[in-house]
T-cell receptor, first 113, second 110 residues
């Protein structure tokens, strides 16, 4: 079956530090990959996506590249801000838009001023 | 453009009762899915509907059920509530492959 393994948290960084949150996956076929973010008391917001190998998703300074050879989709940001504090979820779907999302366990990120 | 609307936002129920949660998708979206989020189990898929038909179902007991109406609005029902059903229930809708989530209904069973 499909699965997503995500870097365990929590992660605490100082403002302007470099961020990496690791995500690897197991899936049949060619999955689409996503990063979602959840702020306190809210639902999930789509942060970025990639639908095929070597695609790079990017949004709000965050980036992730779909690496088929390593089955990975690591999230990176060059300079984090306090407002980036949230829980980040890596997810996949194997039938784009027509099938459930399989989520990782989430990584709680806290940025200290 | 209005997002996915879930009602109510918070709910407190007693063990053994039943509950109905509502979800209004983004206008034009025909697919709706539901997830349960708990600290211990994370995000778990409940079911997915498309044009009033259940297309996918997660591994939950029969106490959990759902439906979708002709206007794409969806409801999920949990009967005979247990303490372990306390969770954030998230609804999402999709049009072109990207799921947009609502803010969720936080259910507390006491």
């Amino acid at each position: 079956g499909n699965s997503v393994t995500q870097m365990e948290g929590p992660v605490t960084l100082s403002e302007e530090a470099f961020l990496t949150i690791n995500c690897t996956y197991t899936a049949t076929g060619y999955p689409s990959l996503f990063w979602y973010v959840q702020y306190p008391g809210e639902g999930l917001q789509l942060l970025l996506k990639a639908t095929k190998a070597d695609d790079k998703g990017s949004n709000k300074g965050f980036e992730a590249t779909y690496r088929k050879e390593t089955t990975s989709f690591h999230l990176e940001k060059g300079s984090v801000q306090v407002s980036d504090s949230a829980v980040y979820f890596c997810a996949l779907s194997t039938n784009f838009g027509n099938e459930k999302l399989t989520f990782g366990t989430g990584t709680r990120l806290t940025i200290i001023p | 453009k209005a997002g996915v609307t879930q009602t109510p936002r918070y709910l407190i129920k007693t063990r053994g009762q039943q509950v109905t949660l509502s979800c209004s998708p983004i206008s034009g979206h025909r697919s709706v899915s539901w997830y349960q989020q708990t600290p211990g189990q994370g995000l778990q898929f409940l079911f997915e509907y498309f044009s009033e038909t259940q297309r996918n179902k997660g591994n939950f007991p029969g106490r959990f059920s759902g439906r979708q109406f002709s206007n794409s609005r969806s409801e999920m029902n949990v009967s005979t509530l247990e303490l372990g059903d306390s969770a954030l229930y998230l609804c999402a809708s999709s049009l072109e492959g990207y799921w947009t989530f609502g803010s969720g209904t936080r259910l507390t069973v006491v």
